[in-house]
């Protein structure tokens, strides 16, 4: 890991706000790309999925996301639950953020991105007890549009399409087909 990258990680520590922010943003731009310094920073970020801090809590779900494609030795697929866990966060913003960045997993490979498909189908299907869980839903259906803009995988949209059916309430099942309106669904 270069000294630039270890110093965006300290400075994710530092008592001044906006120098913490300019950290995450560089941070989450550099994961774009696939990155050769994920297992320098995967365990520390694994363990603060549950940090007491909801900021760390969220920034690692985050990061850990992004770096899925960055995982040749397919941790992610064990140490999945854990950041799926950070999805039903008692904070929701941390909750929000976290799901708002899972589908990021499914760049990963193959069986990832089944066990992320399979993971928000059960979510969505099952969420109804879940406080907010209109946006828990929209946030799902968001993130398989974007995990389809970048594979162009007809089955995630054959899903997310699917689970807009499901949805019973009228107003909410054409606020989630809007997400897919300009792929004709």
Same mark, same amino acid.
């Given at each position: ?9 300290? @400075? ?10 300019? *950290? ?13 310094? *994920?297992?320098? /920073? ?6 603060? =999925?549950?940090?007491?801090? @909801?900021? %760390? ?24 639950? #854990?950041?799926?866990? /950070? ?20 760049? *990963?490979?193959?069986? %990832? ?28 259906? %968001?993130?398989?549009? @974007? ?6 995988? #007809? ?7 699917? =689970? ?14 809007? /997400? ?6």
């Amino acid at each position: 890991m270069d000294g630039i990258i270890k110093t965006l990680f300290a @400075n994710l520590q530092s008592e001044d706000k906006n120098l913490q922010y300019e *950290a995450y943003q560089q941070i989450l731009s550099a994961t774009e790309n696939k990155v050769d310094w *994920a297992y320098d /920073v995967w365990d520390h970020l694994k363990a603060d =999925l549950t940090n007491p801090d @909801n900021h %760390q809590r969220s920034r690692a779900a985050q990061f850990l996301a992004s770096l899925a494609k960055s995982d040749p030795e397919k941790r992610m697929l064990k140490d999945f639950p #854990e950041l799926l866990e /950070v999805t039903k966060d008692k904070k929701f913003v941390t909750a929000r953020h976290s799901l708002q960045s899972i589908w990021k997993v499914g760049l *990963a490979g193959a069986k %990832q991105k089944e066990m992320l498909i399979q993971s928000l189908t059960d979510r969505f299907l099952h969420c109804l007890d879940e406080k907010n869980y209109t946006l828990v839903r929209f946030d799902i259906i %968001q993130g398989l549009r @974007n995990l389809f803009d970048q594979t162009k995988d #007809e089955t995630v949209k054959l899903v997310a399409l699917d =689970l807009i059916e499901k949805e019973e309430d009228p107003k909410y099942k054409k606020k989630y087909a809007t /997400v897919w309106k300009k792929v004709g669904g």
